[in-house]
């Protein structure tokens, strides 16, 4: 009755989690479908060219898709914005991890610096919420400019319009998608590393460490980090992403080894992941370090990986599920679902799938179904485990049952010997002292 409440609230918990995406879903799709009244240009200024003093001269392409997809992208992005006579919006950069964002106005005698936001900025037009946010108002300037500049690594800008109160509610309903995601996965992480106290296996202690990362990993793509917890750094949080992914990546991948037992079911398999475990740690230490070109090539490499071991999994766990290990069963479908999302968001990043709200949230969805599948998993292994060490006890006790019970009668039949034994040496006394007897009175 206790595990089938658990597994309940397990599902209730992500109900509501898929329920809170589809709400901050809805809200952000109404906001991208006011971008009437502004057209947009877009500039790829690769080699960082033109300042904003080359204005005139930058040779914008007109675009008519309001989220940006560029790739690993090293250089600058010029955005122009036209707005229309009467149109006055908020501009929201729906990305918490630009590097460097500068907003410019078109007034009298050039381009005007309004504000700033961005990972490597340091200033006091820098702006303190999660997400840059501008304002476009007819009445101050018609055409408005937007300098991105980024150092190499994934670059996708979703441009979103709206008014104040309609990002207010879109930020509240995220807020509650957020709080609910982590609070599951400090839940997971508590009952594992519970488990981890109690049993002390690797399996959990790697499990543990997976969440932790990956905690980290969601705080820095969610821009939470930036805003709360390291915002001081600005060092740290352009290297927190490459870092965390890594981290996380080699933490799952020796979870995947020990959970589906490799080293006795598939040898060449666990031997190729414990070297990708430690690229994959090399690969930590190169996104902290402050070279930007080993920066850059661990931001690739973690991708590559990731994707290969994705790959590589799926047939793995299959082949663990023929050879009944246990838990296998829930391990191939929750790595059928966590792998799917990484595919996506991967993709994403290379430029390949345009960014959506799915999209964007594909890590947090598959990540969800995966932490709650997963933990599944370990409590069926754990109960396992449990139900085998008491029939191994049970099997023992009913040993030593039979074992006292043999002995009892083993006790008996030498009682019974041993009384036999002492009927014949008392016949025989009895005889002897007959004898002696007759051997006195004859004499």
Known sequence: MYALKTKLGYVQSFVVLLFMLHISSVSLAKEKNQSVGINLSVFEDEASAYSRLDYTIIPFKKVANSTLNFGFYKGTIWIKLQLKKGV????????ANLDCVDFYALKQGG??????AGDSQKTKLKSDKRYPEFNLNHTESKVYYLRIKNKGDQLFIPLIYGDLEQFTRSEKNENLFLGLYFGLS???????FSLYRSMKEKINLFYVGYIV??????????????????????YFANHSLPFFSSLSVAFLTAFVVTFLDLKSILNKSFVLLKITILLLLCNAVLAI?????????????????TLLINIAIIPISIYAYRKKVKGANYFVFAFSILILCVFVFILRNFGILASNVFVDYSLYIGSGIEMIILSLAIVEKFKAYRNEALENLKSLNELIDRKNIDLEIQVKERTLELEKQKEIVSEKNSEISYDRNVLLSDS
Do not use: D
């Open 88 to 95: 006055s919006k908020q501009l929201l950069i729906k990305n």
């Open 111 to 116: 381009l005007t610096l309004l504000k700033q």
């Open 186 to 192: 400090l839940f997971v992480l508590i009952l594992n």
């Open 213 to 234: 990362c990956f905690i980290g990993l969601q705080i820095a793509l969610s821009g939470l980090g930036n805003q709360f917890i390291w915002k001081e750094s600005t």
């Open 289 to 305: 370090l402050p070279i930007e070109p080993l920066y850059r090539i661990s931001i690739i490499a973690v991708n590559v990986i």
